[in-house]
């Protein structure tokens, strides 16, 4: 059975970064392109950023041009999202997400999803 489990969320302080893992168990990610989305309370889930099998190449949402970071550690089935200057406005859930096709940017090209994790950025 195929699990993604992410981790890393919490609360965070405006302007404070975070970084948020995904863990696959029962495959191996190193031949799928892998992403992260994201739900804030009110809004459908939306896309943020994807990245290649090898990390040649990343799609981005507008949103996410800047101060997010995505990687990815195929040895270790891992894909991370680093986000850094923290707004209010990126309290979601976010999920992390897998497809056998690239690119990933629509909830549509999604295979697997992991259960998400909560960031709220608050004072």
């Known amino acids: 059975q195929v699990q993604l489990v992410e ?20 495959f191996s990610l190193d031949g799928a392109p892998v992403g992260w989305f994201r739900r804030a309370p009110g809004k459908e889930r939306e896309f943020v950023r994807s990245i290649s099998p090898s990390g040649g190449n990343i799609n981005y949402a507008d949103f996410a041009k800047g101060r997010f970071t995505i990687s ?10 680093q986000i850094d200057s923290l707004k209010p406005e990126d309290s979601a859930v976010y999920y992390c997400a897998a497809s056998t096709r690239f690119p990933l940017t ?12 909560q960031v709220t950025v608050s004072s």
């Open 106 to 117: 629509s909830p549509r090209d999604v295979n697997y999803w992991g259960q998400g994790t």
């Open 7 to 26: 981790s890393g969320g919490g609360l965070v302080h405006p302007g404070g970064s975070l970084t948020l893992a995904c863990v696959a168990s029962g």
């Open 72 to 81: 990815r550690d195929n040895a270790k089935n891992t894909v991370y999202l």
